[in-house]
């Protein structure tokens, strides 16, 4: 009697046990499902923002040489989606890139790369450093911008006189517009006027005219009947 007790106990912890582990193994199965759920919950947004951030992960990775003072890249949305779907152009693109950031410079530059959906689009120029206006314009919206301590300064002082410049101009626009609208209404409001004035004068006119004729309707009328009574 006792060893049978013993061996139910034995056989009801293996069956415990192997509950147990079937327990785990659907935590995992179900944590599993769960995780490739949110991965196909992606949407191509989301997955074009995730590409976006390995890529600049990667290129944040490049040594870019001492030489390149300021570095920036520009890279479109069609350029995105084809090395998204193209690995190949997107190896391609990063090769360029490493050979124009890690090539020497016989004087300090900033170098504009210009990436495209196609390897004949992309481009990279560079500027000396003492006249690289054209290279801080072009790059206040790039992908990729990566400046030294020593530009920093003349970097914010150009932008922030870019953008004040910018700021003075669209107010003048802004200025200039509401003066030429006001202008046409007040022009509009003019010749209002003097429309309504004329159609008054004229009104006018017409009715001391009509009152002319009927003068001399009437004196025609009364003048035969007069000569006859005399």
Same mark, same amino acid.
């Given at each position: 009697?006792?060893?049978?007790?013993?061996?139910?106990?034995?056989? $009801?912890? #293996? #069956?415990?046990?192997?509950?147990?582990?079937?327990?785990?193994?659907?935590?995992? !199965?179900?944590?599993?499902?769960?995780? #490739?759920? =949110?991965?196909?919950?992606?949407?191509?947004?989301?997955?074009?923002?995730?590409?976006?951030?390995?890529?600049?992960? @990667?290129?944040?990775?490049?040594?870019?040489?001492?030489?390149?003072?300021?570095?920036?890249? &520009?890279?479109?949305?069609?350029?995105?989606?084809?090395?998204?779907?193209?690995? @190949?152009?997107?190896?391609?693109? /990063?090769? /360029?890139?490493?050979?124009?950031?890690?090539?020497?410079?016989?004087?300090?530059?900033?170098?504009?790369?210009?990436?495209? +959906?196609?390897? &004949?689009?992309?481009?990279? !120029?560079?500027?000396?450093?003492?006249?690289?206006?054209?290279?801080? $314009?072009? +790059?206040?919206?790039?992908?990729?911008?990566?400046?030294?301590?020593? @530009?920093?300064?003349?970097? &914010?002082?150009?932008?922030?006189? /870019?953008?004040?410049? !910018?700021? @003075?101009?669209?107010?003048?626009?802004?200025?200039?517009? *509401?003066?030429?609208?006001?202008?046409?209404?007040?022009?509009?409001?003019? =010749?209002?006027?003097?429309?309504?004035?004329?159609? =008054?004068?004229?009104?006018?006119?017409?009715?001391?005219?009509?009152?002319?004729?009927?003068?001399?309707?009437?004196?025609?009328?009364?003048?035969?009947? *007069? #000569?006859?009574?005399?």
């Amino acid at each position: 009697m006792v060893k049978s007790m013993i061996t139910s106990i034995v056989n $009801s912890y #293996a #069956a415990v046990s192997q509950l147990q582990g079937l327990n785990k193994n659907s935590r995992a !199965t179900v944590a599993c499902f769960n995780k #490739a759920a =949110q991965t196909k919950a992606l949407t191509p947004e989301e997955e074009m923002a995730a590409f976006k951030k390995e890529f600049y992960a @990667e290129i944040s990775n490049i040594q870019i040489h001492s030489t390149v003072k300021n570095a920036a890249i &520009n890279i479109s949305e069609a350029a995105f989606k084809r090395m998204k779907d193209d690995p @190949e152009y997107k190896e391609d693109i /990063l090769r /360029l890139i490493r050979r124009d950031l890690c090539a020497p410079f016989i004087h300090n530059v900033s170098s504009l790369i210009t990436v495209g +959906s196609s390897i &004949n689009e992309y481009n990279a !120029t560079a500027w000396s450093v003492t006249a690289d206006n054209d290279f801080w $314009s072009r +790059s206040r919206n790039s992908y990729f911008l990566k400046r030294t301590s020593e @530009e920093r300064g003349k970097e &914010n002082d150009y932008a922030r006189n /870019l953008a004040d410049v !910018t700021a @003075e101009k669209r107010l003048l626009e802004y200025r200039l517009e *509401i003066e030429r609208l006001e202008k046409e209404a007040l022009e509009k409001k003019l =010749q209002k006027a003097q429309l309504e004035q004329s159609i =008054q004068l004229q009104t006018a006119v017409e009715k001391s005219q009509l009152s002319t004729y009927k003068a001399i309707d009437t004196g025609r009328v009364y003048a035969p009947l *007069i #000569a006859d009574e005399v």
